[in-house]
Every structure is written in C-alpha cells, then in structure tokens.
C-alpha cells in the first residue's frame, strides 16, 4: 500500500464518503490513482472498472455534468472547490455527492498535476430537503398577496 492509499484509507473511516488522487496528465487527461473502498459501496462500480472507462464523468447524472466541469475549471486554476452532483450508479440509482477537491500545483510542470479529494454521499440530507424547497417554493407570496388587495 502507498502513501496515497494509506492516507485516504484512514480519511475515508471518518467520512461517509470516499477520497481519492487524480494525476492529470500533460494532454489534460484525468488519471485516477487512488480511491478508497467506499466507492465500490456508493457508486457499484470497481475502481478499475470505472478508470477503464475512460473517463469518470460517465458516471454523472447529464444535467450535472456542467456542474463538474465547471469545478474541473476551477481545479485547474489553481482554486480548491466544492460542488454538489448526482451520480447515476452501476444499480441505475441517482445518489447525490458533494465533492471537495483540491488541486497539486506542479512547479516544475507550470500547472495541476494532481487533484486530491473526497466526495460525501449527501443523497439521504438531499431526499428530505428536496420536498422542503418544493412545499416552500409552492407556498403563496405573502407580500404579493398583502399587495393585491
């Protein structure tokens, strides 16, 4: 087991979540290196199936996917991100993630060498504030109300 493994191992005991390492490469590609366990537990997928894919965003529910490039953007500049997405599982289950990311600047390189993170599975909190914004967003205007009459 390497550092990488080691560590996010122990990280991901204390989260529900996964972590994982991305090494991006010269041409911009996105090359998993490492990934806790609970990824197999949220998502269905084995670690090696998923990065022989090709690529990670076919895991992302589509209307998401600009919700993850635009932190994939972010990453690239050099900002640490949060964002939250679904995911569409091996099971064909929506499950939400919130996904904090950091980028690795490489200064040899002149640019992002690495992305370090961890996604939380926040499908359970977004089930039951979901309906809250609904039932909200349903509910008469009181003001507007008050000004018709």
Same mark, same amino acid.
């Given at each position: 087991m390497n550092f990488f493994e080691e560590y996010y191992r122990s990280v991901s005991k204390r989260?529900?979540?996964?972590?994982? +390492?991305?090494?991006?490469?010269?041409?911009?590609?996105?090359? =998993?290196? =490492? *990934?806790? !366990?609970?990824?197999?537990?949220?998502?269905?997928?084995?670690? !090696?199936? *998923?990065? +022989?894919?090709?690529h990670w965003l076919s895991l992302v529910y589509p209307n998401d996917i600009p919700i993850l490039e635009k932190q994939l953007d972010c990453l690239l500049s050099g900002q640490s991100n949060v964002s939250e997405f679904r995911i569409i599982t091996k099971s064909d289950e929506i499950r939400w993630l919130r996904n904090y990311a950091h980028p690795a600047w490489g200064e040899t390189q002149g640019r992002v060498i690495r992305i370090y993170g961890t996604a939380q599975d926040i499908t359970k909190q977004m089930q039951l504030e979901i309906p809250k914004i609904f039932r909200r967003d349903a509910l008469p205007d009181k003001k507007a109300s008050t000004d018709n009459r």
């Open positions: 989260i529900s979540g996964f972590a994982y +390492a991305f090494r991006v490469e010269s041409n911009g590609a996105f090359v =998993c290196e =490492c *990934v806790t !366990e609970t990824f197999v537990h949220i998502t269905g997928y084995p670690f !090696e199936g *998923v990065n +022989a894919q090709g």
